[in-house]
């Protein structure tokens, strides 16, 4: 079995297992560190894929941004150290019966391939493809992302404004 | 290209096993007398008071959400200006075509960041007083909030 | 060339076809283990006597001839010592922090170009991997902060991370210029180009990027202070403050584990210093002459020690550069106090945010209108030199 083989096969379980501590972990800052091993073995995947700007990226925005973002939010939120957050086995029933439709489907699409004579091919360097696609093709949608950023920007910073205190309203309540 | 990454795969493995290694390989030789002065929390030689977490300001929240918006710009940015150099050599078109979506995409951004900066959004301190001028007479948000008469600055 | 690629070679003479992941753990093993932890613990041996030297008393010197030997000796203490954690810490998240900031720190060591033939992993994005590994330095500061389970450590943390986050956007900002006028982001390719430039076709390039135009010049101090904010060191040094914070977020960390944060923190400066030296300040070129046609004519058998003699003055001028910027940090350290949080959030979104900005937007325009050539390339082409 070729290294990469080995290596694809210890990111995969380390992404099914920090994706389970995540989901069913009582401890909401353990569920928090678990989502570091999922993201991390996604950039480990995309690295063994051949998509080596893909890797880095992932590491920038998703382990250096978004997790900051989810830690910054669990820790300020109040009291939620003193929660255990157990589901009753009820609200497994829907999800559980979701994730096993998604599955089989996944299944039954990767029985029809071709997985024979598989070998890693030479991989070309993508960061300059990414960026043509990103200025030919892509554009457009490229474009739309700049709005949308800009969307999340100002959404967040009038949400977290404080309360205009409003002087010739008294004691008004 | 799978070997140069597999290269920078032991660097960083290599980097993340060392503190275990290290530590466990002290654990030999250390000694270890726990006591209960010790095992408390360090408040200036007092003995710790209220618990040890923090009601937090949101303004640290807001700096993480406005650092990923400009880490995405930054990180989609890259692979754009790395072709900047290569599409001046093609023409002059394609030169401007990259030029103008690159700085589009930072010009847009930057603007927002403008507009936090003069309605007082990226500042550390907040004070709600002066922002009712900022906020070009008021929006309705702003009215709802002060009329239920409650401070959550 | 990668380093594995180079030990590798070592096969032709034993004859045993070792497999290549060897070569890359050993390659790893050479620059973490023999390079940055002496280095960084060397400079806090260094560091100490600076500080004596500005502070006109004379430092270390009983520890071996003249102190040399001071680092070796607080590295064999802090082993030494007793690991306490309070009972109340998070043993897990406790243990698990100092790994991810090592690996953020050390890691990112695989992409500087110490030399022409030797650099961790020759990647195609080098100089963006070095950026994605320095991401994971804010998460091991917040978590170890943390699950210490003491507020000071929690405040320190939480600004810690807050600081090192707002600045990575000049950083990357700084960065993407010198991607701009390079075309690449491998960090072999951008050192090669910033070679003499010289009148011979398809040699020589243009100079050190800090002189390619003045935008460059300004976004070298705009990383050389990210940088400085990056690492905690003053005066952005809030989250350790020193006077402030007791010891800010690694308060409770005693022994060995606060000797592995200071050795990430220091570590931090090297690769910082490592990279503007690489991008800004030519690598390992020097003026006038280019190092990859140093022919001193030694040979070894039929062997050519060409490249040997070559590597070693690249990594010579390499090192020399990275030293002088080393000393600089140290001696901004023991200059200037230390920046309030808002303000120092006010420097990196209202001015270097800015101000990076423009640069990008100049260095840009100055790459269009004169085809990438640098100030030098172009006074050249007025002489007729070139």
Redesign the interface.
Known sequence: MALVDLFVAFCFLLGIGGAFFTAFHPNIMYAAISLIMTLVSVAGLYGALGADFLAAAQLIIYVGGILIVILFAVMMSQDIYKKRFAESARKYILPASASLIIFLGLASLSRKMDWSGSTTPDFEPTARAMGWALVGPYAVPFQYVVVVLLVGLIGAVVIARPAIKNEDEGADS | ????????????????????I??VL??F??????HEG???????GEM?V?S?????N?????????????????????????????A??IGGST?L???S??????G??????I???K?G??????D??D??DA?LG?GP???V????????? | MSLAELLSGVNQFIGVGVPMFVFSILGAVIVILLFAMPVGGFATYIERKIAADFQERIGPNRVGPIGLLQFFADGIKMFLKEDTISKNADKFIYNFAPSLVMAGSLGAFAAIPFSAYVIGADLNIGIFYAMALGSFVSLGVLLGAWSSENKWSLLGGMRGAAQIVSYEIPLGLAVLSVITISGTMSMHELVSQQAWPSAAAGQGGHFWNIVHNPFMFINFFIYFIAALAECNRVPFDLPEAESELVSGFNTEFSGMRFGLYALAEFADVILFACIATAIFLGGWHVPFYDLRSLDLGLTIGDANLNPLIQTVAMIGVFLAKVSVLIFIVMWIRWTLPRLRVDQLMNLCWKYLIPIAFFNLIGAAVWTWVFEGQSMIQLIGKVMGVL
């Open positions: 290209m799978l070997q140069e990454l597999g290269n920078a795969f032991a660097f960083v493995l290599l980097a993340a096993l060392l503190p275990p290290i530590l002290g654990s030789f250390r000694p270890s007398f726990p010790k095992l408390t929390t360090y408040e200036c710790p209220g040890a977490y923090l009601m937090f949101n303004r640290f929240y807001l700096v993480a959400i406005v650092f990923l918006v400009f880490d995405v710009e930054v990180a989609l940015l890259f692979p754009i200006l790395m072709l900047f150099r290569e001046i050599e030169a075509q990259v030029f979506l690159a700085f589009a995409f930072l847009v951004l930057f603007v927002g960041l507009y936090e900066w309605t959004d990226i500042d550390w301190v907040k709600a007083v922002r009712k906020m008021g948000i702003a009215k909030e002060a009329k239920s008469g409650e401070n959550i600055a």
